[in-house]
């Protein structure tokens, strides 16, 4: 993994991946390998970078059988790219690209949408306006406990929405998640604080009654 920073350097990040054999069974192992600064981040000084390293931590580059970067052209590019650059050396060395950041490529993408950038806009502005007001939140609060006890199908152990995290799509997860939970409160408490007097007026009616 080359990963670029603030500073006028680049971060290689080596990661292993190898088959265990013990006790009969094969167990697959993964971890850091090494971590360090280089100077350049084209190609071929990566791919000399990676042999250096793989040499220094006793491994032969020529019994290396898989790699994986993300999806950059300068990682995967099969003439000039990393991967294309290692399998002249190291034919058996298969690439597969990153699935974890293709993944974040899609999600990154779909965010552009009008109908999902409409629907992550809701979904913070109503976290913004309940956690923004010790007041309006507390009376969330409320409602949850009083739908809880009448209505025995409502079930939710949080008491607050999530916010949206700005750094982190898995936490965004977890927000959209926390939300659709607690869709049924949210709608019950927005509901009355729009009408409020027609709450008031039928909670006389059935006092008086």
């Known amino acids: 993994m080359n990963r670029r920073t603030t500073l006028p350097t680049n971060i290689l990040s080596l990661c292993k991946r190898f088959l265990e054999y013990l006790d009969g069974n094969v167990n697959i192992q993964e971890g850091l390998l090494d971590f360090s600064y280089t ?17 220094e931590c006793g491994l032969k580059p020529s019994n290396v059988r898989g790699q994986s970067y993300d999806t950059t052209s300068a ?6 790219g990393v991967q294309g650059l290692f ?9 597969t690209p990153c699935n974890t950041h293709k993944l974040n490529l899609v999600v990154a993408s779909s965010s552009k949408l009008p109908q999902i950038r ?4 809701a979904v913070n502005e ?5 956690s923004a007001s010790h007041k309006r939140q507390g009376f969330f609060e409320k409602v949850i406990v009083i739908l809880h006890s009448r209505d025995e199908g409502q079930h ?15 936490e965004r997860f977890e927000a959209f998640d926390n939300f659709i939970d607690m869709v049924p409160f949210v ?19 059935q006092s008086s009654n």
């Open 39 to 55: 100077e350049r981040g084209t190609a071929a000084h990566l791919v000399q970078e990676i042999r250096s390293k793989l040499l």
């Open 87 to 95: 399998r002249k050396e190291v034919p058996r060395a298969v690439y």
């Open 118 to 121: 409409h629907c992550v806009t």
């Open 156 to 170: 939710s152990r949080q008491q607050k929405l999530k916010g949206l995290c700005k750094t982190r799509w898995v």
């Open 187 to 205: 709608m019950t408490t927005c509901d009355i604080i729009v009408n409020l007097h027609l709450y008031q007026q039928d909670a006389e009616n």
């Open 75 to 80: 990682m995967t590019s099969d003439k000039q």
């Open 126 to 130: 109503e976290h913004l306006f309940l």
